[in-house]
Every structure is written in structure tokens, then in C-alpha cells.
């Protein structure tokens, strides 16, 4: 079984916060970003389990308040949640926001405290909170884990919790959480939903303020995990076809296929472009899900819509290290996460582009060399900052420790996150917060 494999079956016992995949490169495998830190906790030996998901998970299904979703024949277009009306997506300046303790802080690219709340007494449960992850309009959520195996589903859910509105209390989605994604306007989320009634996973919209949900007749996400992506626009989700290639859009209204791969909006690391290019090879950490080729994990090969590579870096900054890799928002070039291997620890950010012209950016001292290696968990989605983690753990340990760092591509040394990063928010969305 390849380390991806373990990586998407171990998320798929536990769900996002908390995991931690490792490739044999020292990088970490994808899979969504809060689930990268729980994993490792609740499933022992680093060895037995290799995971750091990236961010995306949910699954639920039963609102509260309201019933379950009707079922969906996947051969008449349904009604949209909200309109297929494309949204143009939030502009930067972004901040970055962090979970500390019960505590969600929005800082500014310098590590600038702009706003805090304390979610005790917001109805969510401390325990369940480092799966957290912030909206762009301010939505939280949250997995809340039941008792029960994945088997039964019984017991897990999901909250929703509106920041722009503290009075209210949050929404409480009934299912087995497995993964989700907020839409780039931050208004509408999808997650992988199963039930005990219909346990076999599906795409279900929520619009969180009414609670109502609507079943994707058509959704073949990328990944094993798998990892719903969104068109910038918020008007679908990327449809991969048989031979896990980019080539579509699954519209929100549940209307027929939309051919083509426009700007997308990852939660994650990106390492599909507008146009239906991918990365190929290299040490990308979420590439697993796609069409790839072996080889070197130090060459980076970035694939066109037609399956053509090209190489974009090739050893170029050896003795350096390449762990991790990411595309820029317009796909047409590439962020490189390197470690050294003598001297100092330290992690350098660099950037590569079909023109094989490579770069070095910054380069960011760290305490010591992580025993289990190191990952992009996010890029902004203007590309002015990236989060990048080291994750340690003993071979023996229950536990692992996640240090992270805010990457600044302008050239600036990292920052040392103080907490869990849980979204991206647009500096004029978090002024507006109570």
C-alpha cells in the first residue's frame, strides 16, 4: 500500500485536524489541513500511521432544524442552493487565521494581532475545535466526532458557527463528517456526506444560514480523501473524469457538466491550474490522486490539459531539498519548499516556472530538523503568504508536534505561527467582525 493510500485510509477514520502524511522525501501527504493534526495523536506510532491532511473535510447530513435532504435522481437537474450566478472571488489583503487554545486570532502578515474571540461559551466543545476552519465571509466550522465507528456513523456531526453574529447559536449538521470545503465567497459549503441511512458518501451543498442542503447528482472530486475544489468563482465544484484528469465542473444547481477547468480555489496547497494543467512530478505531496509520472522527486514536471510535461525545476538549487510544492494562483509558476541538508536547519522558499528560471525567495531558521518532514498546508489566495509545518514525533510517541510558519514570497524571513492556521479571511471581512 503507497504512503497516499494509508494517508486517505487513515482520514478516513478520523477527519480533519489532525493527521499527518509522510512521503519518503520528507514531505508531508496530503490530505485536508486541520486533519493533519489529530491524526498522529489519536492513531499512536508516526510509523503505523503516516497522514497530515490539509484541510477539507466533512461529510454530515441532518440538520436540526430541518429535514433530511431529499432524494436526488441524478438524471434531472435539481434546484440551486443559491443560484449558479458566478461570485467573483474575495481580493487580498488577506489575514491569517489561527487557533489557540479556544481562542480563533486573525493576524496580519507581520503576526499582527487584528481581532480575537474566545469560543468558550459559543456552544461548540473545546475538544472538537482544533478541526476548526474560517470561512472568507466568517463562517466556522467544526467536526464533533461521535462515539461510534465509522461503520454506525451515529453520534458524529458538525457545527456552524456565524462570527459576524455571536448571539447565535451554532448549526448543528448530524453525519459522519469525512471531508469538506467553504465556497471562495464563504457562503456556501460542500461536504462528503454519508448517513447511516445512505452511507455511501456523496457531494451535499449546505448553505449554513437556512440549513439546507442540496445532493450533487454528478461529483467526482480529486483525491482519495477525497478533496473537494471549487471554481474561483463559486459556482461549482472541479469534476474530475475517468482517467483522474481535470476536465469539468460539477454546477452547485446539480445542472449537467460544465466542460473545462477554470480559476479554482483550493483550500489546500494547489497543484491543479485554470486550463486543466497539473503537477506531474516532483515532491508535491497531494499529487497522488492524479495522473503522475515516477521518477525523481528533486524534478518537477508540470503536465498540460493534453497529458504533455514540461520541466520546471530540475535539481537547481541542490544541495537543497525539495519537499513540497505548490502552484501560484494563475498556475503559471511554482512555490518550492526546500530544506538543507548541512549547516543550520532552516527552510527555503523558492519559486520555479516553465522557463526553468528558479529562484530562491527567503530562507527561515528553524529549531531543530523535523524527525517526520515538512509540508505547504496553504497558499493565500493573492499568494502573498504561504503556511508551511515541520511535524515531529518519536517513533514511539501518541503525540506529534506540528510548528508552523507564515512564508512570505516578497522576501521577508517566516514567521513562527503561535497556534493552528484555520483559513484565510480578507482583511475588510475581519474589520467588520464583532
Known amino acids: 500500500m ?55 473535510g466533512a461529510l454530515a447530513v441532518r440538520p436540526h432544524l430541518g429535514a433530511a435532504p431529499e432524494p436526488v435522481d441524478s438524471r434531472t437537474p435539481t434546484p440551486s442552493v443559491s443560484g449558479p450566478t458566478p461570485v467573483p472571488p474575495p481580493t487580498g489583503p488577506f489575514d491569517v487565521m489561527v487557533l489557540q487554545g479556544t481562542t480563533v486570532v486573525a493576524l496580519d502578515g507581520s503576526g499582527t494581532v487584528r481581532w480575537s474571540r474566545d469560543l468558550k461559551g459559543s456552544g461548540l466543545k473545546a475538544a472538537n475545535l482544533p478541526s476548526t ?29 456565524d462570527l459576524q453574529h455571536p448571539s447565535t447559536p451554532p448549526r448543528t449538521i448530524e453525519g459522519y463528517v469525512d471531508q469538506h470545503a467553504w465556497s471562495p465567497d464563504g457562503r456556501l459549503l460542500v461536504v462528503m456526506m454519508a448517513t447511516v441511512d445512505n452511507p455511501e458518501a456523496r457531494s451535499v451543498v449546505i448553505d449554513p444560514t437556512t440549513g439546507s442542503m442540496r445532493t450533487l447528482p454528478l461529483s467526482r472530486p480529486p483525491g482519495g480523501g477525497p478533496d473537494p475544489v471549487w471554481a474561483a468563482n463559486s459556482t461549482g465544484l472541479l469534476y474530475m473524469d475517468e482517467s483522474n484528469r481535470p476536465s469539468a465542473v460539477t454546477p452547485i444547481d446539480g445542472s449537467p457538466l460544465r466542460p473545462g477547468v477554470p480559476a479554482l480555489w483550493f483550500r489546500s496547497s494547489r497543484y491543479i491550474a485554470a486550463g486543466g494543467s497539473w503537477i506531474a512530478q516532483g515532491a508535491c505531496n497531494p499529487c497522488g490522486p492524479l495522473e503522475t509520472e515516477a ?139 464583532p
Not at 466556522?140 to 451515529?154: E, F, I, K, Q, V
Request: aromatic fraction near 4%; glycine fraction near 8%.
Open 2 to 56: 503507497s504512503i497516499d493510500d494509508l494517508a486517505r485510509s487513515a482520514a478516513q477514520d478520523l477527519r480533519d485536524t489532525a493527521a499527518g502524511t509522510f512521503d519518503v522525501n520528507g514531505g508531508l501527504a496530503r490530505i485536508p489541513v486541520a486533519s493533519r493534526r489529530r491524526t498522529i495523536a489519536q492513531q499512536g506510532s508516526v510509523l503505523a500511521m503516516i497522514v497530515l491532511v490539509l484541510i477539507v
Open 133 to 161: 476552519y474560517v470561512s472568507t465571509a466568517g463562517w466556522l466550522s467544526t467536526d464533533n466526532p461521535g462515539p461510534h465507528s465509522r461503520t454506525s456513523m451515529a453520534g458524529d456531526s458538525m457545527s456552524l458557527l
Open 295 to 433: 521518477g525523481d522527486s528533486q524534478t518537477l514536471r508540470v503536465s498540460d490539459s493534453g497529458g504533455t510535461a514540461t520541466t520546471w525545476y530540475a535539481h537547481d538549487l541542490a544541495p537543497l531539498r525539495l519537499v513540497d510544492t505548490s502552484l501560484t494562483a494563475d498556475g503559471n509558476a511554482a512555490w518550492l519548499l526546500l530544506t538543507n541538508t548541512t549547516g543550520a536547519p532552516a527552510v527555503t522558499l523558492a519559486r520555479a516556472d516553465a522557463t526553468r528560471h528558479t529562484r530562491a525567495i527567503s530562507s527561515t531558521p528553524v529549531d531543530s530538523p523535523p524527525s517526520n518532514g515538512w509540508g505547504i498546508i496553504a497558499n493565500s489566495p493573492d499568494d502573498a503568504m504561504l503556511i508551511a509545518a515541520s511535524v515531529t514525533s518519536p517513533d514511539t510517541a501518541k503525540t506529534a508536534t506540528f510548528t508552523e510558519y507564515v512564508l512570505h514570497p516578497d522576501g521577508r524571513r517566516g514567521l513562527h505561527l503561535d497556534g493552528s492556521f484555520v483559513g484565510w479571511v480578507p482583511s475588510s471581512v475581519v474589520d467588520q467582525l
